[in-house]
């Protein structure tokens, strides 16, 4: 296992205290995983089961959502991706508002709200966290120090 892995792993192992946090987590992992911005895509995928497992959680934690975990889901450019989350159609349109910052039960503007105005002090951290197991890599210290987050 690589050095990026066990760091993922160990990230998703940690339990989140806060709502706000939980929240801000999921809104890293969800926003540059590329999952929400293509219309009629509903699979969110991992090569690990643990940020899988952690979106679970969390999907069903701020957002009531209960996905379904598969095995040997194709990505949308055709490429074979290990394992994946798939969301119902309402899910994932639930989704895209929630990164857009609407609301899940409202539409426009007065559903808006800001990440900044419920956010405490850990809410940075737990987003870069989320956009870290989404996107992210990082390079064993003892190696060298790199740290790279190939966003969609």
Not at 25 to 39: N, Y
Not at 50 to 77: M, P, Q, S, W, Y
Request: aromatic share 6%.
């Amino acid at each position: 296992m690589s050095f990026s892995s066990e760091t993922k792993k160990a990230l998703c192992a940690s339990f989140i205290k806060k709502d706000c946090c939980a929240r801000a987590l999921l809104f890293g992992l969800l926003r540059f995983s590329g999952m929400p911005l293509a219309d009629g895509v509903n699979r969110l995928h991992s090569k690990q089961g643990d940020v899988l497992h952690l979106a679970d959680l969390l999907l069903e934690r701020c957002l009531g959502i209960h996905a379904a975990l598969l095995n040997g889901c194709k990505k949308t450019d055709g490429t074979e991706g290990a394992i994946c989350l798939s969301l119902a159609a309402a899910d994932a349109v639930k989704i895209r508002r929630f990164c857009d910052g609407q609301a899940p039960e409202k539409q426009g503007d007065m559903g808006r709200r800001t990440f900044a105005r419920e956010a405490c002090s850990s809410c940075k951290a737990h987003f870069l966290r989320g956009v870290f197991l989404s996107c992210g890599t990082v390079i064993d210290p003892e190696k060298d120090y790199h740290l790279e987050f190939m966003v969609p």
